[in-house]
């Protein structure tokens, strides 16, 4: 995590050791705050889509904005039952993502799925990872939160966005 913020852990009777504990505390963390970001990303996107497939494309990243939401809640309350401290404000937010912070104006309708793809890659990267590390440590929760709920919902969620980027031919009247 880029963020150099370190606290140390509520103590609670988890029968996890403290250093497994920490050490999910800060992979949740990261993967928190690039969460919190990809939501934010769906928002930004859903309110400047535009284009053939404007309708779709405006409904679809809006519920995935609100998946992406309920998977806020979720890591953040597991940091919080492991006894860290969920990064929560957007200035920590923004400090700490690994996702690249996008242009402040309006992109072309393929730049901005690409650009939620990328973030998406950097998330399922980290919870495998993340994944592969509770496991070791005895985390069970950790592990099952991030194979059960981030990776089962960012790999559907990276499917129906890159089928958008499928080479599609429009068909115009010429009447």
Excluded: C
């Amino acid at each position: 995590m880029k963020s150099s913020r370190s606290e140390p852990l509520k103590k609670l009777p988890l029968a996890l050791e403290y250093n497994a504990r920490s050490q999910s505390v800060a992979i949740l963390n990261q993967i928190l705050v690039d969460t919190m970001t990809l939501r934010d990303l769906y928002k930004k996107h859903h309110w400047q889509m535009s284009g053939a497939t404007f309708y779709q494309l405006h409904l679809l990243l809006d519920k995935h904005y609100e998946e992406q939401a309920a998977l806020v809640d979720m890591i953040a309350e597991r940091i919080m039952a492991l006894g860290g401290i969920s990064i929560a404000m957007a200035p920590d937010v923004a400090e700490a993502t690994n996702i690249p912070r996008p242009p402040k104006g309006r992109e072309d309708v393929p730049s901005q799925l690409a650009r939620l793809l990328e973030a998406h890659e950097i998330i399922l990267r980290q919870a495998h990872e993340g994944g592969d590390a509770a496991d070791e440590a005895g985390d069970d929760g950790t592990n099952d939160l991030l194979v059960s709920n981030v990776i089962r919902t960012n790999e559907p969620q990276v499917w129906f966005i890159a089928e958008h980027l499928a080479e599609t031919e429009l068909v115009r009247s010429d009447k």
